[in-house]
């Protein structure tokens, strides 16, 4: 049943987007994606500045699906090729345990799109990879996102102190998560 999920990349559609395969060709996307501050802002990813940086963005994306890890989809608008976003579980054990991410260029929020997207990965997660608990770990601070996944119904659990290591410091975060049955 492992080795189905990841026999081919599972593309997922929605009104608005397709949920796809990210590739090589996307490389252009990821810069204009991760060179904006405002999206990096409460990542752990440094804003990029120089154009091949979004390589080993790209190569993690990759990697996670060929190593059985984790699924990223590039977000697309309908019927486009190039990608203006990205989301998906960086880590799951199948039948337990999911963490998600997700991100969107500026010139995109507010329009409901990730709240979409992340409608369709939430659905997937639950229903293909049997995930009972759907995880989300949010920067203080970072009220857009927490938005998001309160208004899908996750509940923030508390402030993980000191959680995140990257770049030789470390960060608290949100812990918000949701149950495939919602106990409450
Ligand atoms: C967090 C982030 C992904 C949110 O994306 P987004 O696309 O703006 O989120 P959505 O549009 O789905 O939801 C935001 C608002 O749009 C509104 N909205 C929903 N559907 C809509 C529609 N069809 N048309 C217009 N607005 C809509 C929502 O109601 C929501 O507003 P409100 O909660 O203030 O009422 C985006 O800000 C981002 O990329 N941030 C940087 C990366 C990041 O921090 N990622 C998360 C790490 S944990």
Redesign the pocket.
Known sequence: MESDIFSKFPILKTNRLDLIEIQQFHFPDLFKLFGDKD?TQ??NIKTLTEENEAQKILDWFQARFKDKLGIRWGIALKGKNEII?TIGFNNFTKGHRANL????QKD????????ESLTAVIKYGFEKLEINRIE?E?MPG?I??E??LV?LGFKNEGLLRDWMLWDEKHYDMNMYSLLRNSKE
């Open positions: 999206v409460y990542y976003g991410g997700y991100d969107l995109y929020w507010n329009q409901g799109l990730i709240t989300a949010v970072n857009n996102s938005k998001v208004k």
